[in-house]
């Protein structure tokens, strides 16, 4: 294992925590699956991931079959649509594929949602052409085992698109410093069950078994360091996440 945590943690205490904290509804206190919760979170969480409304920018007119991997409430997944992929997405939760289909109807956009497990994908091998998962296998106790199905179920030649935590960033540091919990805790025992952070190095270490890695840092502020996060022109932003960037963006190719 290559990564700076070693958790005692199993599936089922991770599956309970997003169970009780649906990703990006931090976002908005409105009604849950309601037309102003949707536009709330998906206004938001572009406002601030400068980095994803480039790469779904990049990723326009793209053809061919994608999964996602811990969809959450499927911003993305919509998202990964609209730009052409024949999109295939799992989550751990029950109640996170809930909400992510009444979002993707919302939306009038045919996205597969399904529970699934990232350690175990219920896909045979080969089976598509690009992987995407954005802020989720640093929270299963096995990474080692998640990128290896992300390996197995990519056709020859194919690209993962990951992120993952950034062990030396800013926000990283201010957690470390102040003892803050991850992932929106209700408190300061709130914990998330695991978090792993990686340098570049390390990141790049656990995708060994593909043909070509690049690694770079991306988002400087998270939500929670306000006006620094939405203010600043973009240029600083980039310029800032390209060192102390809480998001390692990862592409590997099969």
Not at 188 to 207: E, G, H, I
Request: charged share 25%; net charge neutral.
């Amino acid at each position: 294992m290559t990564s700076e945590q070693q958790p005692r943690a199993t599936l089922d205490s991770v599956r309970r925590f997003w169970a009780s904290h649906v990703n990006n509804e931090y976002y908005t206190s409105a009604d849950r699956a309601s037309d102003a919760y949707f536009d709330e979170i998906e206004r938001r969480r572009y406002q601030w991931h400068y980095h994803l409304t480039e790469l779904f920018s990049d990723l326009r007119g793209s053809t061919g079959r994608l999964l996602e991997i811990g969809s959450g409430i499927g911003v993305d997944s919509i998202q990964l649509a609209r730009a052409g992929f024949d999109v295939t997405a799992v989550d751990l939760t029950d109640e996170a594929i809930g909400v992510a289909r009444e979002f993707a109807k919302a939306r009038g956009v045919n996205v597969d949602f399904r529970v699934g497990n990232a350690e175990s994908l219920d896909f045979p091998d080969a089976t598509f052409d690009v992987v995407y998962s954005f802020g989720v296998l640093h929270h299963t106790p096995h990474i080692d085992q998640a990128i290896a199905e992300v390996h197995r179920v990519l056709r020859p030649g194919g690209r993962a698109l990951i992120m993952l935590y950034h062990r030396t960033s800013l926000v990283n540091a201010v957690h470390k410093l102040f003892r803050l919990p991850y992932e929106s805790p209700r408190d300061r025992d709130d914990d998330c069950p695991v978090v792993y952070t990686f340098t570049r190095k390390s990141a790049k270490a656990l995708f060994k078994d593909f043909s070509r890695v690049t690694v770079h840092a991306e988002y400087p502020f998270t939500f929670g360091f306000g006006p620094l996060g939405s203010k600043l022109p973009r240029p600083v932003l980039k310029a800032l996440g390209r060192v102390i960037g809480w998001h390692l963006m990862i592409t590997a190719e099969r």
